[in-house]
């Protein structure tokens, strides 16, 4: 019963791991002793984020853009090279797009569909050799996506293609689960409610108020909490979920 919630000397690929959500995943990991890659679209910037984050453990800057198929190809090829195994791979990596019905636009449908459900499909089946080689009966491989709680719930935004995309990532995450399961990889989600982050900027200096007097837990969340849950379930206490999606949102989207 020692140790349930250690993940030292893990491996763990995070994209979108340079800022906002992915960056608290990544932080959480690599303090907690994971060899941890991170993945953005900005080389610059993840650079720097990695550079900090090795001052606290080991961290490896991967940029690409994983909105394209070159770039999810160009990422795991990277993977492939350095380890034999992965342990981890979070899938991070999102865009939104908010727009009236009346004029959404087909390129950013397009583009927030194709980073937030079909990269993280892809990600998985390139990354499919080294997860299969790190995932026993006792301590599975962990996938785990991050979806949203405007996957589970009507947003009150006109963000039609992000809504959609996180719901059906919540889906494929379930479908993974039944057919990965017996190769020992663990496929969860989770559903973030509000964080400070660069796409939830804009909203929460609009209506940051708001959300927190409406929330049950009264706040916004806090790195703690992101990094928290994704160390559960990159750990031995979580070996036996899969085909799960958490909520971490302070309630404002399960208790509705």
Same mark, same amino acid.
């Given at each position: &019963?020692?140790?349930?919630?250690?993940?030292?000397?893990?491996?763990?690929?995070?994209?979108?791991?340079?800022?906002?959500?992915? *960056? &608290?995943?990544?932080?959480?990991?690599?303090?907690?002793?994971?060899?941890?890659?991170?993945? =953005?679209?900005?080389?610059?910037?993840?650079?720097?984020?990695?550079?900090?984050?090795?001052?606290?453990?080991?961290?490896?800057?991967?940029?690409? $853009?994983?909105?394209?198929?070159?770039?999810?190809?160009?990422?795991?090829?990277?993977?492939?090279? /350095?380890?034999?195994?992965?342990?981890?791979?979070?899938?991070?990596?999102?865009?939104?797009?908010?727009?009236?019905?009346?004029?959404?636009? *087909?390129?950013?449908?397009?583009?927030?569909?194709?980073?937030?459900?079909?990269?993280?499909?892809?990600?998985?089946?390139?990354?499919?050799?080294?997860? %299969?080689?790190?995932?026993?009966?006792?301590?599975?491989?962990?996938?785990?996506?991050?979806?949203?709680?405007?996957? &589970?719930?009507?947003?009150?935004?006109?963000?039609?293609?992000?809504?959609? =995309?996180?719901?059906?990532?919540?889906?494929?995450?379930?479908?993974?689960?039944?057919?990965?399961?017996? *190769? +020992?990889?663990?496929?969860?989600?989770?559903?973030?409610?509000?964080?400070?982050?660069? &796409?939830?900027? *804009?909203?929460?200096?609009?209506?940051?108020?708001?959300? %927190?007097?409406?929330?049950?837990?009264?706040?916004?969340?806090?790195?703690? $909490?992101?990094?928290?849950?994704?160390?559960?379930?990159?750990? /031995?206490?979580?070996?036996?979920?899969?085909?799960? +999606?958490?909520?971490?949102?302070?309630? =404002?989207?399960?208790?509705?």
């Amino acid at each position: &019963m020692k140790n349930l919630f250690s993940v030292e000397g893990k491996v763990a690929l995070v994209t979108g791991g340079s800022r906002g959500i992915g *960056e &608290m995943i990544a932080t959480g990991y690599v303090h907690n002793g994971v060899k941890t890659y991170i993945s =953005s679209r900005k080389k610059e910037v993840c650079d720097e984020v990695a550079a900090q984050l090795s001052e606290h453990g080991e961290c490896i800057s991967l940029p690409a $853009d994983l909105g394209t198929m070159d770039g999810v190809k160009q990422v795991a090829a990277a993977i492939a090279e /350095r380890e034999e195994k992965l342990d981890i791979l979070v899938n991070n990596a999102g865009a939104n797009w908010a727009e009236p019905i009346d004029g959404f636009p *087909e390129a950013g449908w397009d583009k927030v569909q194709a980073l937030n459900l079909k990269s993280p499909f892809f990600l998985i089946q390139q990354l499919l050799p080294q997860l %299969r080689a790190s995932g026993t009966a006792e301590d599975p491989a962990r996938v785990i996506n991050i979806a949203s709680i405007d996957g &589970m719930h009507v947003p009150g935004l006109e963000t039609y293609a992000y809504s959609s =995309s996180k719901a059906g990532l919540i889906h494929l995450t379930r479908v993974l689960a039944k057919r990965l399961a017996g *190769e +020992h990889i663990c496929v969860n989600a989770i559903c973030p409610g509000p964080f400070q982050s660069k &796409m939830m900027a *804009e909203t929460l200096r609009n209506f940051g108020d708001a959300i %927190r007097a409406s929330n049950p837990r009264g706040r916004i969340g806090e790195p703690e $909490d992101m990094a928290g849950t994704a160390i559960f379930l990159a750990s /031995r206490a979580s070996a036996y979920i899969t085909g799960a +999606h958490i909520p971490v949102d302070g309630g =404002s989207a399960t208790t509705v």
